[in-house]
T-cell receptor, first 113, second 112 residues
Framework: DGGITQSPKYLFRKEGQNVTLSCEQN?????MYWYRQDPGQGLRLIYY???????QKGDIAEGYSVSREKKESFPLTVTSAQKNPTAFYLC????????????FGEGSRLTVL | GQQLNQSPQSMFIQEGEDVSMNCTSS?????WLWYKQDPGEGPVLLIA?????ELTSNGRLTAQFGITRKDSFLNISASIPSDVGIYFC????????????FGKGTKLSVKP
């Protein structure tokens, strides 16, 4: 079945460690996104990529990094520079265009101990 | 920056009741969208609206794109227990694919 797969579902990290969240899609979508969700908050855009080997910062990119070497994959690294990394992270993809119709993965919950 | 004001923040529903929520902004949007998120999962698109004044239904859900392009509402008729979750409005103001803003959500719970 086509869809977006995020892994791991749950992740624990010690302070000062970098961690990479995986996002893979088999929908043949051009655009991919990473959002952060905190309790009671909407979704805030971290990074997005409209095409392979290109990506742009979103509203809260500080302390995060991404790569887009393949169309199917858009991993997110949460670095030690991110001051408050505990959150629910959502990956999404879209066909392209500018309609806002996103397909989301099931999310990854990161907890910093 | 652009912001969406979504209300109410939370509400309790009893099976069979109609539910209404809305989203407003001081900015104009080209597209309004409504998503639903179940606990521990990613949001799922319910309805997308592309034209001012557009009224669209998806089963028991009805949404409208406001005439001023600054607001949208979502109605759920005859609610059922599986309607519980968080509903997000989102507005896209064109240009880059990153130009999508989400409201903070309306949490639907079942009345005790």
């Amino acid at each position: 079945d086509g869809g977006i797969t995020q892994s791991p579902k749950y992740l624990f990290r010690k302070e000062g460690q970098n961690v990479t969240l995986s996002c893979e899609q088999n929908l043949n979508h051009d655009a991919m996104y990473w959002y952060r969700q905190d309790p009671g908050q909407g979704l805030r855009l971290i990074y997005y990529s409209q095409i392979v080997n290109d990506f742009q910062k979103g509203d809260i990119a500080e302390g995060y990094s991404v790569s887009r070497e393949k169309k199917e994959s858009f991993p997110l690294t949460v670095t030690s520079a991110q001051k408050n990394p505990t959150a629910f992270y959502l990956c999404a993809s879209s066909l392209g265009g500018t309609t806002g119709e996103l397909f989301f993965g099931e999310g990854s919950r990161l907890t910093v101990l | 920056g652009q912001q969406l004001n979504q209300s109410p923040q939370s509400m309790f529903i009893q099976e069979g009741e109609d539910v209404s929520m809305n989203c407003t902004s001081s900015s104009i949007f080209n597209t309004w969208l409504w998503y639903k998120q179940d606990p521990g999962e990613g949001p799922v698109l319910l309805i997308a609206l592309y034209k001012a004044g557009e009224l669209t239904s998806n089963g028991r859900l009805t949404a409208q794109f406001g005439i001023t392009r600054k607001d949208s509402f979502l109605n759920i008729s005859a609610s059922i227990p599986s309607d519980v979750g968080i509903y997000f409005c989102a507005g896209h103001y064109g240009g880059s694919q990153g130009n999508l803003i989400f409201g903070k959500g309306t949490k639907l719970s079942v009345k005790p």
